[in-house]
T-cell receptor, first 113, second 115 residues
Framework: KQEVTQIPAALSVPEGENLVLNCSFTDSAIYNLQWFRQDPGKGLTSLLLIQSSQREQTSGRLNASLDKSSGRSTLYIAASQPGDSATYLCAVTSGGGADGLTFGKGTHLIIQP | NAGVMQNPRHLVRRRGQEARLRCSPMKGHSHVYWYRQLPEEGLKFMVYLQKENIIDESGMPKERFSAEFPKEGPSILRIQQVVRGDSAAYFC?????????????FGQGTRLTVV
């Protein structure tokens, strides 16, 4: 059974810092990995999608890497801003005929002005 | 092109009542997924549907919960005889292809409170 773990559970940093969020998964047989952002009381916004054959994806100040063999992904946020404050979720689509995403519990990020 | 639309956004039900949650996928998307987010928990997959077919309901409780995605109209997640433990945020996602191959787009969610 696939399990996704995100570390740290919460993070508070001053504005302007670069930061890294970590995600690990137990079964390396994945199709893809997605990073989402969730604001309080809101839905999920997809940030980056990495296919299993890819190593990384970039969008603006965000860079996500994937090491499928070791079961790890990182989300790098450059030059953080207060508007980046949110919960960041990592999710994988696994093989073995399973449908649907398996989510981690998220990292609650606060960027201090 | 509107995103995934869920309604209602907030729903309050008394114990024993029925809750009906609706999800309209993005235009051109024929795959719908329902997830539940319990307080302090991560999102959990419930069910995957295509038009008129339930493909995978492995994450759905065996009793009181049902889902459909008719040929016309939105997908419906139905919870009968709700209990306090059903209080959660329910999210719907849609994709143009089966989720394993493509990005999923999520709605704003329906927050169900059972009193």
């Amino acid at each position: 059974k696939q399990e996704v773990t995100q570390i740290p559970a919460a993070l508070s940093v001053p504005e302007g810092e670069n930061l890294v969020l970590n995600c690990s998964f137990t079964d390396s047989a994945i199709y893809n990995l997605q990073w989402f952002r969730q604001d309080p009381g809101k839905g999920l916004t997809s940030l980056l999608l990495i296919q299993s054959s890819q190593r990384e994806q970039t969008s603006g100040r965000l860079n996500a890497s994937l090491d499928k063999s070791s079961g790890r992904s990182t989300l790098y946020i450059a030059a953080s801003q207060p508007g980046d404050s949110a919960t960041y979720l990592c999710a994988v689509t696994s093989g073995g005929g399973a449908d649907g995403l398996t989510f981690g519990k998220g990292t609650h990020l606060i960027i201090q002005p | 092109n509107a995103g995934v639309m869920q309604n209602p956004r907030h729903l309050v039900r008394r114990r024993g009542q029925e809750a009906r949650l609706r999800c309209s996928p993005m235009k051109g998307h024929s795959h719908v997924y329902w997830y539940r987010q319990l307080p302090e928990e991560g999102l959990k997959f419930m069910v995957y549907l295509q038009k008129e077919n339930i493909i995978d309901e492995s994450g759905m409780p065996k009793e009181r919960f049902s889902a459909e995605f008719p040929k016309e109209g939105p997908s419906i997640l139905r919870i009968q005889q709700v209990v306090r433990g059903d209080s959660a945020a329910y999210f719907c996602a849609s994709s143009p292809l089966r989720e394993v191959n493509t990005e999923a787009f999520f709605g704003q969610g329906t927050r169900l409170t059972v009193v």
